[in-house]
């Protein structure tokens, strides 16, 4: 079946440094491709998105770029600060479906 | 914007006893409304999925006797945990698509802890 791939399981960095998370996925056709952040014993954030139509999208400290070809997306985060530390979820929507499909999260760990 | 609430956060229950869940979309009406559970350390598990005024429909494996969802209107969807048992202790999570059409963005809730003893 379609899968959603996220690497590292985890990242550890220091503050100011950036961190880049990568997702990878199987259909070609997906067109939807959010990022949630969850904090621990809170529900998912959605923190950016985007469509199949753009490259890349940005909001302040994160950004989101995503490559069609090669069927990844990636979320940036620069300057990071220790509030950054969460578990990060990417996700797709497959064609034919309305559901979103997970990765396994990454847990980003900034260390002042 | 684009509020969701669950209630309760957290409930403690006995083993065979049921449990009720409520999923309220605040500020935004909601064509469909997804149920998750998560165990710790993992990602979300979709259970079903639930428009509004229609049955809902769950993901293989899911018992559909066992949660039953009711998604009564366009701001609120439940899930009735029936005959609970530990094993059924988890998070569980909602979300909810905004209507009007298939944006894809999905909110979530801050999600209820279930503890079967």
């Known amino acids: 079946g379609e899968n959603v791939e996220q690497h590292p399981s985890t990242l550890s960095v220091q503050e100011g440094d950036s961190a880049v998370i990568k997702c990878t996925y199987s259909d070609s056709a997906s067109n939807y491709f959010p990022w949630y952040k969850q904090e621990l014993g809170k529900g998912p954030q959605l923190i950016i998105d985007?469509?199949?139509?753009?490259g890349e999208k940005k909001d302040q400290r994160i950004a989101v770029t995503l490559n069609k070809t090669a069927k990844h997306f990636s979320l940036h985060i620069t300057e990071t600060q220790p509030e950054d530390s969460a578990v990060y979820f990417c996700a797709a929507i497959f064609s034919g479906y309305s559901t979103l499909t997970f990765g396994k999260g990454t847990m980003l760990l900034v260390s002042p | 914007g684009a509020v969701v609430s669950q209630h309760p956060s957290w409930v403690i229950c006995k083993s065979g006893t049921s449990v009720k869940i409520e999923c309220r979309s605040l500020d935004f009406q909601a064509t469909t409304m997804f149920w998750y559970r998560q165990f710790p350390k993992q990602s979300l598990m979709l259970m079903a999925t639930s428009n509004e005024g229609s049955k809902a429909t769950y993901e293989q494996g899911v018992e559909k006797d066992k949660f039953l969802i009711n998604h009564a209107s366009l701001t609120l969807s439940t899930l009735t945990v029936t005959s609970a048992h530990p094993e059924d202790s988890s998070f569980y999570i909602c979300?909810?698509?905004?209507?009007?059409?298939?944006?894809?963005?999905?909110?979530f809730g801050p999600g209820t802890r279930l503890t079967v003893t």
């Open positions: 985007i469509r199949s139509n753009v």
């Open positions: 979300s909810a698509d905004v209507a009007g059409g298939p944006s894809y963005e999905q909110y």
